[in-house]
């Protein structure tokens, strides 16, 4: 069996999605000043050191040499901020509206329009070559890294070795770790390039190092496997291996809203009362890249409006708190005309929307809760 590429970890969570109502960064803490939250720096841990001292003979029985190890782990440590994501990620989940507001927003098909426009060549050759739509390349490269400009700058040593260490999955993470050692080994990348999320995922579009060990393609020709480079061909052409040996069928809709140009395909509904889509055996293989149907469609939905396809036609119902998406942007952009800044106004609402909600409602006196309601939208009026 082959797992699904992320699955094990950032699911609709991270793949760069960060709603105007606040971004990962400012939910864990204060940055250091070399660009990383002060949390994903190496801290002191006696257990920590203990455990990649006894890794180190396993590694060495798995055929990874001294030198290896010893350039590997130079200047590496244990990252507090990966286990506190890692516990964080699993209570972490969006309504498919909310999601799609962030996968498919204005900012994301502008910039995707864009960087397809670049790298028409390379994506159309990829296209031909493996039979992926080149707007699904493209989709997946933007759900992942924002187009290459998240590509996460965290030691994939120090992150796998943490969470391997802690324990919670361990035995999946030192498989990541002997993997990304091997990767190092074999010249790909030098241990101190070899950055990435902070659950080890790496390039543009975030491979993990087992899966990279199985899909990564040299397409350039240059004898690398080069995620890493500002050059994203070998990226974008490692997913387009992946999904080739994952099942895609070239030729064939990863599927569409029923009545809205949807192919003949099963039948879902992901979000009670929401829209309802046809997907088709492709929708399968880019769930083989994130196991979620939430992940599939924003990457299907967002390759149609790279190719010039208009938003979704069905309508989400009210949420828990009664409001659509336009009463969620009201609130937004009401909150910020009144000096209560929310980031934006996408209808997502995040932590900097509640924390704008909140410093309003302490300045009229009324009780802070930090959550939206049809009252508040009454008093922004």
């Not at 797992?3 to 971004?23: K, V």
């Not at 902070?198 to 993990?208: C, D, L, R, Y």
């Not at 080069?226 to 490692?238: K, N, V």
Request: include cysteine; proline fraction near 4%; glycine fraction near 14%.
């Amino acid at each position: 069996m082959i797992l699904s590429r992320r699955n094990f970890a950032l699911g609709a969570s991270a793949l760069a999605l960060t709603a105007c109502g606040g971004g990962v960064t400012s939910s864990y803490g204060s940055t250091s000043s070399g660009g990383l939250p002060a949390d994903l720096l190496p801290t002191p841990n006696a257990g920590y050191n203990a455990w990649v001292s006894s890794f180190r003979s396993r590694a060495v029985s798995r055929g990874i040499s001294q030198s290896t190890l010893n350039s590997a782990f130079r200047g590496t440590g244990y990252l507090p901020g990966c286990v506190k994501r890692d516990r964080n990620q699993t209570e972490f989940k969006r309504s498919l509206e909310d999601y799609l507001a962030i996968a498919a927003s204005d900012e994301r098909i502008s910039k995707g329009r864009a960087a397809f426009a670049r790298h028409r060549g390379t994506l159309q050759t990829l296209e031909g070559r493996y039979g992926v739509d080149a707007e699904i390349i493209c989709a997946i490269w933007g759900l992942e890294s924002f187009f290459g400009e998240r590509r996460g700058d965290v030691p994939v040593i120090s992150a796998t070795s943490t969470l391997a260490y802690d324990g919670r999955r361990g035995a999946f993470f030192e498989k990541q770790l002997m993997a990304a050692l091997k990767i190092v080994q074999n010249g790909d990348i030098p241990a101190s390039r070899m950055t990435g999320s902070w659950a080890g995922a790496m390039g543009h579009t975030q491979f993990i190092p087992t899966s990279y060990q199985a899909f990564a393609v040299d397409f350039t020709g240059d004898g690398r496997r080069d995620i890493w480079s500002d050059d994203p061909t070998d990226s974008l052409a490692s997913t387009a291996a992946y999904l080739q040996k994952n099942g895609w069928s070239r030729g064939t809709k990863w599927g569409g809203e029923v009545g809205n140009g949807a192919p003949q395909g099963r039948i879902i509904q992901p979000q009670a009362g929401g829209p309802r889509f046809s997907v088709t055996r492709n929708f399968n293989a880019i769930k083989r890249y994130n196991n979620s149907d939430a992940y599939a469609i924003g990457v299907g939905h967002l390759a149609d409006r790279l190719a010039g396809g208009g938003p979704l036609r069905g309508s989400f119902p009210p949420d828990a708190n009664g409001l659509t998406k336009d009463d969620r942007v009201a609130v937004q952009q009401r909150l910020t005309a009144k000096g209560f800044d929310t980031g934006g106004s996408d209808g997502v609402i995040g932590p900097n929307s509640e924390k704008a909600i909140s410093a309003y409602q302490a300045s009229q006196g009324l009780p802070v809760t930090g959550k939206p309601s049809q009252a508040l939208l009454s008093q922004l009026r």
